[in-house]
């Protein structure tokens, strides 16, 4: 993915970003221009999509890889539960 950054006007860091917090926690596109905007990088929302659409499948199965397994183990912690009555 380094490669395809040459042809655009922000590095693939800022690009990844974007793309990262739109994919993983499910924000708008103009929720990401606002978290960066508070970093002080100024991004359109349409941008953003496009950045998304080109880019987004690649990011969403390496988000979707790191995500926890359902699994039929369960850690509790201090928890009481009354058994027929």
């Not at 659409?53 to 359902?70: A, D, L, M, N, T």
Request: charged share 35%; proline share 1%.
């Amino acid at each position: 993915m380094q490669g395809t950054a040459s042809r655009h006007r922000y590095p693939m860091m800022i690009i990844g970003e974007a793309i990262w917090q739109y994919h993983r926690f499910n924000h708008s596109y103009r929720d990401v221009r606002e978290q960066l905007l508070y970093r002080r990088i100024d991004v359109s929302h349409e941008t953003i999509r496009s950045w998304c659409y080109k880019f987004g499948k690649e990011f969403e199965k390496v988000i979707k890889k790191k995500q926890r397994k359902v699994t039929d183990k369960w850690h509790l912690d201090e928890m009481t539960m009354k058994v027929n009555g």
